[in-house]
Nanobody, 119 residues
Framework: QVQVVESGGGLVQPGGSLRLSCAAS????????MGWYRQAPGKTRDLVAS???????NYADSAKGRFTISRDNAKNTVYLQMNSLKPEDTAVYYC?????????????WGQGTQVTVSS
């Protein structure tokens, strides 16, 4: 009933930029936060950036100063502007939607979008 769809990934050279989009739809009445995670082969899925419904943001140290998260609350959409990309940014990027249902916080995930940084 809740759908999360990412887009905007692709192949980019080191130093380049990409803008990822994530649109959430369905029965989300108490949205707590939306965020971006990434997972490279053989590694865990880690937080890149997140934003609460109140507008507070959080960034991984590796993303600070290079990435910017933004939102459109009316459309339940979040964006990730990625600048000065490095090869170590290569990963599948997943959008996470965190919302409250019956006193529980529930996570919904998108299918992911591949970001490859290579020369």
């Amino acid at each position: 009933q809740v759908q999360v769809v990412e887009s905007g990934g692709g192949l980019v050279q080191p130093g380049g930029s990409l803008r990822l989009s994530c649109a959430a739809s369905g029965s989300i009445f108490n949205l707590a936060a939306m965020g971006w995670y990434r997972q490279a082969p053989g590694k865990t899925r880690d937080l890149v950036a997140s934003m609460t419904s109140g507008g507070s943001t959080n960034y991984a140290d590796s993303a600070k100063g290079r990435f910017t998260i933004s939102r459109d609350n009316a459309k339940n959409t979040v964006y990730l502007q990625m600048n000065s990309l490095k090869p170590e940014d290569t990963a599948v990027y997943y959008c996470n939607v965190n919302f409250q249902r019956g006193g529980w916080f529930v996570n919904a995930w998108g299918q992911g979008t591949q970001v490859t940084v290579s020369s």
